[in-house]
């Protein structure tokens, strides 16, 4: 029978108010939004071109440093899992009952979340260039 790591009832409780502060978060951001674009239609064209480069240039940095940390999250689960040979590692906490893998099936998902975390740096790094390409493509059409 396989060995099965029980959930942890404080990170799975902590899990549910992050996911609902998210979107509260959310929630509170596109209400935000909303002002700001009706704010923004009433400006002249310069300022409101140069407040939606800043916003768009604002909303692609956060976007590439999310990938970035997801990216470096999943790497750094991926090596403790290869070193460890046991997914989940032994001092993880689960939200959920997860079977325990261990020897080359744990090295082979550790190699998995390595890899899956370089593919996520390098969509950050591919995020950063269209980024700026788009940036300056909109800045040598609006002028």
């Known amino acids: 029978m396989a060995e099965i790591k029980r959930a942890d009832d404080r ?3 902590l899990a549910i108010v992050a996911v609902i502060l998210v979107l509260i978060g959310g929630v509170v ?4 939004f909303e002002e700001w674009m009706a704010e923004v239609r009433s400006l002249p064209v310069e300022e409101a071109k ?11 940095g956060i976007m590439i440093v999310c990938v970035c940390i997801v990216g470096w999250h999943s790497w750094w689960v991926g ?3 290869r070193q460890t040979l046991r997914f989940p590692p032994p001092d993880a906490k689960v939200v959920r009952d997860t079977v325990v893998l261990s020897g080359q099936a744990a090295a082979a998902r550790g190699r998995l979340l390595k890899v899956f975390g370089v593919i996520l740096m390098f969509c950050a790094m591919a995020l950063g260039v269209m980024c700026w390409w788009v940036f300056t493509m909109f800045r040598g059409v609006l002028g």
């Open 29 to 32: 951001l596109w209400m935000v």
């Open 11 to 13: 990170s799975r409780k």
């Open 50 to 60: 140069q407040s939606l480069s800043r916003v768009f240039l604002l909303c692609m």
């Open 79 to 81: 090596e403790r899992v």
